[in-house]
């Protein structure tokens, strides 16, 4: 029998929950750690973010007001492990003067307010889109907004929920509005899909025999006819 959308990503936010458990992410500092890693994170690996975290850290510099004031070309070679250096730099200097000059340095003050209001002024800002900009809501500032990115269409497409063709925000409001508004239900959600995606679920070989959603995903129903 075919689940409705609705039943069926509820069915699967409790198999992955049993499965994984909380895995308490995003693991950062302070709710501006948070934000920079979101755009590190962009295009890249999070081992590669982590190695940029460290150097930003070990100068001193992981808060707005010294971002702010540092010297591109420096922040430039501090955060090199995480890619696309010089795109990075910008944008991270770009949201540290914007929360500097218009938020007194705070993340949540820029995230607070109506939802829809708080995601299009992080979203106005250069070099932030829809994924970064949820991620920065969801972790940073403890806002309900679902995080969609790459491991999420993956699954969802292969466990038949997805076509492949939907926007962003298709994705992202298909989850909204079937789960429960919960900051703690967001984070873990999306977490655990990333986990699954990274041992279960991978791009290329998958290991539906150990997966939690082995009898819930067409993917690996149809390879276990095979």
Known sequence: MTLLPQRLIHKIQQ???????????????????????AILTQNTAWRNVEYAIDNLK???????????ELALGKLEQLIRPAGFFRQKACRLQNLARHLVNHWDGDVTALCSGPLPEARNRLLALAGIGPETADSILLYAAARPSFVVDAYT?????????????????QVRQLFMQHLPEEVALYNDYHAQIVQLAKTCCRNQSTLCAECPLDQTCLHARRKQLC
């Open 153 to 169: 269409r993956r699954i969802f497409q292969r466990i038949g929920l997805l076509q492949g063709n939907e926007s962003y925000d």
């Open 15 to 37: 198999q992955l929950n049993e499965h994984f458990g909380p895995l308490a992410w995003w693991p950062a500092d302070t709710p501006f750690e948070v934000a920079v890693g």
């Open 58 to 68: 070990h100068a001193g510099v992981i808060c707005p007001e010294a971002l702010a």
